[in-house]
T-cell receptor
């Protein structure tokens, strides 16, 4: 079956530090890949996505590149802010039994200190 | 903006009670999903629906049922609540875009079963 593996958190950084959150996946088909973010007390919201190999998704200074050869979709940001503190989920969508089924990683908590 | 609403933010129920969690979306999305979110386990798919009156089991359907009588509404039912169903429940909806669809999440219902 499909699976998504993310690095365990929490990741604790100082403001303006470089961020990387690793994500690797296993899929039977050719999935689309996503990063979602969950701020405290809220539901998840899409941060960025990529639908084919070598695509780069980007939003709010965050980037991730779909790497088919390494089955990875690592999230990066050059300079984090306190407001980026949240839980980040890597996810894929792949066809199964005729429907596109989403699969989420376990989430990585990011804490940014001033 | 897409809006997904859930009937309650917090709910306290007793073991054995029948519990209804309601989700409504206002963007005419075909697909709707119910997840539970637990610390260290991420999001796990309970049920999803890709059309009115259609439903499919996710990864952890045991102890749950769903109902989708109208396109905009997807209900999760706990037939006889148990303490191990204490969790955060998230509803989501999406268009069908061949796997590239973004999921839009509600704010979540935190359920405590005593």
């Amino acid at each position: 079956g499909n699976s998504v593996t993310q690095m365990e958190g929490p990741v604790t950084l100082s403001e303006e530090a470089f961020l990387t959150i690793n994500c690797t996946y296993t899929a039977t088909g050719y999935p689309s890949l996503f990063w979602y973010v969950q701020y405290p007390g809220e539901g998840l919201q899409l941060l960025l996505k990529a639908t084919k190999a070598d695509d780069k998704g980007s939003n709010k200074g965050f980037e991730a590149t779909y790497r088919k050869e390494t089955t990875s979709f690592h999230l990066e940001k050059g300079s984090v802010q306190v407001s980026d503190s949240a839980v980040y989920f890597c996810a894929l969508s792949d066809i199964s039994g005729g429907s596109y089924i989403p699969t989420f990683g376990r989430g990585t908590s990011l804490i940014v200190h001033p | 903006d897409v809006k997904v609403t859930q009937s309650s933010r917090y709910l306290v129920k007793r073991t054995g009670e029948k519990v209804f969690l309601e989700c409504v979306q206002d963007m005419d999305h075909e697909n709707m999903f119910w997840y539970r979110q637990d610390p260290g386990l991420g999001l796990r798919l309970i049920y999803f629906s890709y059309d009115v009156k259609m439903k499919e089991k996710g990864d952890i359907p045991e102890g749950y049922s769903v109902s989708r009588e109208k396109k905009e509404r997807f209900s999760l039912i706990l037939e006889s609540a148990s303490t191990n169903q204490t969790s955060m429940y998230l509803c989501a909806s999406s268009f069908s875009l061949g796997g590239a669809e973004t999921q839009y999440f509600g704010p979540g219902t935190r359920l405590l079963v005593l």
